[in-house]
């Protein structure tokens, strides 16, 4: 089994507001646009963010069965590190519209949470799944499946997986062109703050039946080889899942407070 082990490193610096100081290189599958952002003092959430960065993501897959009986098929230490995690404040999203506001929900609650209640610790998770799971996949898997096809009107091209530029400083959190106003409202920008996504395998599979149908299949692939392919280009660091709906359960059990 070959693992994929590349990430965006944490920030780990806790004694400053300015972000960057202590930041690590990016991992190579994204360019270095934004830097961490995890509020100082945040210990639970930061060693959170390391544990997932060195967690494996297996991204070889050559075909994938419909139903997942096995924890080699989905990622499952970073799952169970992000059941296990030790925060008191957390919170999972049941995210299903990819032109809904739920990159927007997600950045004015961990705003909330963070500079209005001071839990600096807490952890945003997105369950995602319908066509909001669409934005986790690579730009190539849009452009040689014709994934605009699915997706609103709106997206030719999955613009939520891509950064803006923004100021990152804790200090300049009132700046409403900052990445904790609307300029924040990307996946990779939530990520630098410590929200975490997950990947759903049965919509994977899912989304793999509806390009079968529509003859979006350039290699004439099984659905197997294609939901596998679909598998492998997840954008960098989403945590894949058996299937999210099983999943929440699985969070709330463990005291995440659910949000739709």
Request: one cysteine or more.
């Amino acid at each position: 089994m070959t693992i994929d082990n590349s990430r965006r490193s944490a920030l780990v610096g806790f004694g400053a507001l300015a972000v960057g100081a202590a930041a690590l290189a990016a991992g190579p599958s994204r360019a270095a646009t934004t830097e961490r952002i995890i509020p100082p003092g945040a210990r639970e959430l930061s060693d959170l963010m390391d544990r997932l960065r060195r967690a494996p993501r297996r991204r070889d897959f050559k075909t994938t069965p419909m139903i997942l009986q096995h924890p080699d098929f989905w990622d499952d230490e970073a799952l169970k590190e992000i059941i296990a995690y030790r925060g008191t404040r957390k919170q999972v999203w049941n995210n299903t519209a990819l032109a809904s506001p739920w990159l927007n929900l997600m950045r004015n609650s961990i705003n909330a949470q963070i500079f209005s209640f001071g839990h600096t610790d807490f952890l945003a998770v997105s369950a995602t799944h319908g066509t909001a799971h669409l934005a986790l996949f690579d730009q190539a898997t849009w452009d040689k499946y014709e994934l605009a096809a699915l997706a609103e009107a709106k997206f030719k091209t999955n613009t939520l997986a891509v950064p803006k530029p923004a100021p990152t400083a804790f200090a300049q959190s009132e700046d409403p062109e900052s990445v904790f106003g609307p300029d924040g409202d990307t996946i990779p920008a939530l990520q630098d703050r410590g929200v975490v996504f997950m990947a759903c395998h049965n919509a994977i599979w899912e989304v793999t039946a509806k390009l079968i149908a529509s003859g979006n299949n350039p290699d004439h692939a099984s659905h197997e080889a294609v939901a596998a392919e679909l598998t492998n280009h997840l954008i960098d660091g989403v945590v894949l899942t058996p299937g999210i709906v099983a999943t929440i359960p699985e969070l709330q059990q463990a005291g995440f407070h659910y949000a739709a």
